[in-house]
């Protein structure tokens, strides 16, 4: 019912900026909730920051002053800028959304995005 597609991911070099992108479409009634996972290969996917309705952002310690989780509410589009890029934060990143479907639903379902490849590397 609901996709989340994503986009913004690319090889970039260690100190560079990149914005990664997703957008909620399909039976969305209202989001509460969006967020930013990661996973680099043979670790656990990983919270990197969320935002959700009435407060402020959240971050994961490593990404604090570094990464900015913006959210435009009437696209139903979250945003993730990310400055000064470390080897570290290569990994695969999933958008992921927490959604009421319907009017007539007080069941809040969590969508996740395809993922979209972040290389940091020189």
């Known amino acids: 019912q609901v996709q989340l597609v994503e986009s913004g991911g690319e090889l970039v070099q260690p100190g560079g900026s990149l914005r990664l992108s997703c957008a909620a479409s399909?039976?969305?009634?209202?989001?509460?909730?969006m967020g930013w996972y990661r996973q680099a290969p043979g670790k656990q996917r990983e919270l990197v920051a969320s935002?959700?309705?009435?407060?402020?952002?959240n971050y994961r310690d490593s990404v604090k002053g570094r990464f900015t989780i913006s959210r435009d509410n009437a696209k139903n589009t979250v945003y993730l800028q990310m400055n000064s890029l470390k080897p570290e934060d290569t990994a695969v990143y999933y958008c992921?959304?927490?959604?009421?479907?319907?009017?007539?639903?007080?069941?809040?379902?969590?969508?996740w995005g395809q993922g979209t490849q972040v290389t940091v590397s020189s």
């Open positions: 399909g039976s969305v009634f209202d989001i509460n909730a």
């Open positions: 935002i959700t309705r009435g407060s402020s952002p």
């Open positions: 992921h959304a927490i959604v009421l479907v319907s009017s007539y639903s007080s069941t809040w379902s969590h969508y």
